[in-house]
């Protein structure tokens, strides 16, 4: 069971060793943005504080001064205000009625008391690193120190890693970064650790709503699909799925998502490609240059003879 | 190598200390497509050495090349100026290349594989043997001692000396960076003209104006090669090309063509004649090659800082219809028993 959607190394590299593949569905429709999970990972994977010795750093858009992952912050909680009105949009699917009744509730009942009137909505979303079935980050490693875990997991081996930093830009959500006072790359474990002993990763147990759910990735996955279901059935329709089905650009995450709105509205890509799908491509392109290098001074050579 | 300070983050580093700036955003004005105008990718973490290594690992390898065929054409003169620049090319390479990791140490540990996923692999391994195989070539051309060897390093060095003048193109090309992506078909000629001119510009500077013709046709042929595509790489770009027309990599780029291009007519005019027109001439071109590389290298960092060059051209292919992107709004396997929706969800709607 779990063996779905294999990797390159996994699982067939592991043989009878391999785990079946594990992963997260963070569900963003019940984050209450509390930052637990921020929290639990720091504690558990000893993740340095961000800012060092300076003061506080303070974004000033809303509460998310954590900013984005990288090599200190391996959940990192998105917190993005967005003006709609709850009556005008759309994706909402409600009848004109039912909006203004939720409308007329909403300011009976005093809740409508950010930007008077206008309507707002919080999304809120834990973002970690998607662990994907073809990894860019993996692949361009030169030293091997990124590797497949028997959990189908992606792992940065911090006792090989030398610190090129090629993997901080080939990821395509930009979730890998450099450490600056110690110089190697760090980033979400999924718990490695952890799960060697059949325990849950620290950050889907701290998470006290259930947004962030740990398990077998196919399993994940029919849930998922239960959850799409129950949400547009109850008139949610902005819910979808990010990351869930094997034909994206990166083969499908090992940590998924449901959003209530476009990627790129979490500051997520909507159309991520691991970049080496197009390697045979930029091979073929640097082989035609360097011949046409060859071809170049061999007529330079021939012509500046005099 | 300009490192923070113990305790500073990349953070701080980017967007300046919060004493400096007020309240920090990471965000890039005037973005429209993520909040906050936050980009999506990660600035690389490469310094200064990077684009040095671009420019002496183009000139090791298109030196190479040039001192193997003036060797063959029984013109000894231009061979041996040739290996030597190849030598020193090739000996600063891992130098800046090593020097740029985060733990120079461990500089050993790419040599424990070779993966053709990474072109940082290979181009290692391409770099280690062109040094070997260099230095042979470059012992026998100026002393005569080891001249087997240095016959057959020459050889090897000759033919690895394409790869190592373009795969560096490759290994910028093979990142989610927009900029550097989308050119991958263009890159590697910008980079290989670039590497004739640059070898070709320092052999014509020091080799004596009768035996340097085929230098200065290198240079010449190089430079139009390197400006040529980087035109046509710049207008295949269209928006996201845009970092080319601003900001520090737009002016390194308008540097390095202008510079390009009066040094290579200084050396195709004058050159032959002019022993002043011809150091000028390649005093330009070498360093309109630099400026060309360094430009390239800018214009990934300011590519990253982007979001709508990230996530426009993805919304364009998904609206094309030339793929799903990730995300899907339905269920595959149709509805699913309605009962179990929670009053906890329907509540949720506000
Ligand atoms: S999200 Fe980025 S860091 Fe994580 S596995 Fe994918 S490519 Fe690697």
Redesign the interface.
């Given at each position: 069971m779990g063996y779905s959607l294999p990797t390159t190394a996994w699982p067939s590299s592991y043989g009878e060793h391999a785990r079946a593949r594990k992963g997260f569905f963070t569900d963003t429709s019940v984050c209450i943005g509390c930052k637990a999970c921020e929290v639990a990972c720091k504690e558990w994977n000893d993740v340095p504080a961000r800012n060092g010795a300076q003061p506080a750093y303070f974004t000033g858009e809303s509460y998310d001064n954590t900013i984005d992952l990288g090599a200190d912050t391996w959940r990192h909680v998105a917190f993005v205000e967005q003006r709609k009105a709850l009556d005008v949009d759309d994706g909402m699917g409600m009848s004109l009625a039912e909006a203004a009744a939720l409308e007329g509730m909403a300011r009976s009942e005093g809740l409508a008391t950010y930007q008077d009137g206008e309507g707002m909505r919080w999304l809120m979303a834990s973002d970690v690193c998607k662990h994907c079935t073809h990894a860019a980050c993996l692949e361009v490693c030169p030293t091997g120190s990124l590797f497949r875990t028997e959990f189908g997991t992606v792992v940065v081996q911090e006792d090989i890693c030398n610190g090129c930093g090629y993997c901080v830009p080939a990821c395509p959500f930009g979730v890998l970064d450099q450490r600056q006072d110690d110089g190697r790359v760090w980033k979400c474990t999924l718990c490695y650790d952890r799960l060697k002993d059949d325990k849950e990763p620290a950050c889907a147990q701290a998470c006290p709503t259930n947004s962030i759910q740990y398990g077998d990735l196919d399993e994940l996955r029919e849930r998922a699909d239960e959850r799409l279901q129950q949400l547009t059935d109850a008139g949610l329709e902005q819910a979808r799925l990010y990351g869930a089905d094997d034909q994206d650009g990166v083969g499908g995450f090992g940590a998924f998502f449901l959003l209530l709105d476009e990627p790129e509205a979490y500051h997520l890509p909507p159309d991520p490609v691991d970049t080496t799908r197009d390697l045979g491509g930029i091979y073929r392109a640097t082989a035609a240059a360097a011949v046409a290098l060859v071809a170049g001074l061999t007529a330079a050579v021939l012509g500046g003879r005099r | 190598m300009s490192?923070?300070e113990?305790?500073?983050?990349?953070?701080?580093?980017r967007a300046g200390?919060?004493?400096q700036r007020g309240?920090?955003?990471?965000?890039h004005e005037g973005a429209k497509?993520?909040?906050?105008g936050?980009?999506?990718?990660?600035?690389?973490?490469?310094t200064w050495e990077i684009p040095c290594y671009f420019y002496t690992g183009g000139l090791a390898?298109?030196s190479a090349?040039?001192a193997h065929?003036?060797e063959g054409?029984g013109n000894p003169q231009l061979a041996r100026r040739g290996w030597a620049a190849a030598l020193a090319g090739a000996g600063a390479s891992p130098a800046f290349l090593i020097a740029?990791?985060?733990?120079?140490a461990?500089?050993f540990?790419?040599l424990?594989?070779l993966?053709v996923?990474?072109?940082?692999?290979v181009g290692?391994w391409i770099l280690s043997a062109s040094g070997v195989s260099i230095a042979l070539a470059a012992v026998r051309a100026w002393t005569g001692l080891f001249p087997r060897a240095g016959r057959a390093g020459s050889a090897v060095a000759?033919a690895l000396?394409?790869?190592l003048?373009?795969?560096t193109?490759?290994?910028v090309?093979?990142?989610?960076?927009p900029v550097?992506?989308e050119a991958?078909?263009?890159?590697?000629?910008v980079?290989?003209g670039s590497?004739?001119a640059s070898?070709?510009a320092l052999a014509t500077a020091w080799t004596p104006a009768?035996h340097?013709?085929?230098?200065?046709?290198?240079t010449v042929?190089?430079a139009v090669?390197e400006v040529a595509a980087t035109q046509l790489m710049e207008h295949r770009l269209g928006s996201v090309g845009e970092p080319y027309h601003e900001g520090p990599a737009g002016r390194l780029g308008m540097a390095a063509k202008a510079m390009t291009t009066a040094g290579a007519a200084a050396i195709a005019l004058r050159g032959r004649r002019s022993r002043a027109a011809a150091l000028a001439g390649a005093a330009l071109v070498t360093a309109g090659s630099l400026c060309e590389r360094w430009s390239v290298f800018k214009a990934?960092f300011q590519s990253?800082a982007r979001?709508d060059d990230?996530?426009v051209p993805?919304?364009e292919?998904?609206e094309r219809g030339d793929?799903?992107?990730?995300?899907?709004?339905?269920?595959?396997?149709g509805?699913?028993d309605?009962d179990?929706?929670?009053p906890a969800?329907?509540a949720?709607?506000?």
């Amino acid at each position: 069971m779990g063996y779905s959607l294999p990797t390159t190394a996994w699982p067939s590299s592991y043989g009878e060793h391999a785990r079946a593949r594990k992963g997260f569905f963070t569900d963003t429709s019940v984050c209450i943005g509390c930052k637990a999970c921020e929290v639990a990972c720091k504690e558990w994977n000893d993740v340095p504080a961000r800012n060092g010795a300076q003061p506080a750093y303070f974004t000033g858009e809303s509460y998310d001064n954590t900013i984005d992952l990288g090599a200190d912050t391996w959940r990192h909680v998105a917190f993005v205000e967005q003006r709609k009105a709850l009556d005008v949009d759309d994706g909402m699917g409600m009848s004109l009625a039912e909006a203004a009744a939720l409308e007329g509730m909403a300011r009976s009942e005093g809740l409508a008391t950010y930007q008077d009137g206008e309507g707002m909505r919080w999304l809120m979303a834990s973002d970690v690193c998607k662990h994907c079935t073809h990894a860019a980050c993996l692949e361009v490693c030169p030293t091997g120190s990124l590797f497949r875990t028997e959990f189908g997991t992606v792992v940065v081996q911090e006792d090989i890693c030398n610190g090129c930093g090629y993997c901080v830009p080939a990821c395509p959500f930009g979730v890998l970064d450099q450490r600056q006072d110690d110089g190697r790359v760090w980033k979400c474990t999924l718990c490695y650790d952890r799960l060697k002993d059949d325990k849950e990763p620290a950050c889907a147990q701290a998470c006290p709503t259930n947004s962030i759910q740990y398990g077998d990735l196919d399993e994940l996955r029919e849930r998922a699909d239960e959850r799409l279901q129950q949400l547009t059935d109850a008139g949610l329709e902005q819910a979808r799925l990010y990351g869930a089905d094997d034909q994206d650009g990166v083969g499908g995450f090992g940590a998924f998502f449901l959003l209530l709105d476009e990627p790129e509205a979490y500051h997520l890509p909507p159309d991520p490609v691991d970049t080496t799908r197009d390697l045979g491509g930029i091979y073929r392109a640097t082989a035609a240059a360097a011949v046409a290098l060859v071809a170049g001074l061999t007529a330079a050579v021939l012509g500046g003879r005099r | 190598m300009s490192r923070p300070e113990l305790g500073t983050t990349r953070l701080a580093r980017r967007a300046g200390s919060p004493q400096q700036r007020g309240p920090a955003s990471v965000g890039h004005e005037g973005a429209k497509t993520t909040p906050y105008g936050r980009p999506v990718l990660k600035e690389p973490v490469w310094t200064w050495e990077i684009p040095c290594y671009f420019y002496t690992g183009g000139l090791a390898g298109a030196s190479a090349i040039l001192a193997h065929l003036a060797e063959g054409q029984g013109n000894p003169q231009l061979a041996r100026r040739g290996w030597a620049a190849a030598l020193a090319g090739a000996g600063a390479s891992p130098a800046f290349l090593i020097a740029d990791l985060g733990k120079p140490a461990r500089f050993f540990n790419m040599l424990r594989v070779l993966k053709v996923t990474s072109p940082m692999s290979v181009g290692t391994w391409i770099l280690s043997a062109s040094g070997v195989s260099i230095a042979l070539a470059a012992v026998r051309a100026w002393t005569g001692l080891f001249p087997r060897a240095g016959r057959a390093g020459s050889a090897v060095a000759a033919a690895l000396g394409g790869p190592l003048g373009t795969y560096t193109a490759a290994l910028v090309a093979d990142t989610a960076i927009p900029v550097w992506h989308e050119a991958r078909h263009e890159l590697p000629f910008v980079f290989a003209g670039s590497a004739a001119a640059s070898a070709g510009a320092l052999a014509t500077a020091w080799t004596p104006a009768k035996h340097a013709g085929p230098a200065r046709w290198a240079t010449v042929g190089g430079a139009v090669v390197e400006v040529a595509a980087t035109q046509l790489m710049e207008h295949r770009l269209g928006s996201v090309g845009e970092p080319y027309h601003e900001g520090p990599a737009g002016r390194l780029g308008m540097a390095a063509k202008a510079m390009t291009t009066a040094g290579a007519a200084a050396i195709a005019l004058r050159g032959r004649r002019s022993r002043a027109a011809a150091l000028a001439g390649a005093a330009l071109v070498t360093a309109g090659s630099l400026c060309e590389r360094w430009s390239v290298f800018k214009a990934g960092f300011q590519s990253a800082a982007r979001p709508d060059d990230t996530v426009v051209p993805q919304r364009e292919r998904i609206e094309r219809g030339d793929t799903r992107g990730a995300v899907r709004r339905t269920s595959p396997n149709g509805r699913v028993d309605t009962d179990k929706a929670s009053p906890a969800i329907v509540a949720h709607r506000d």
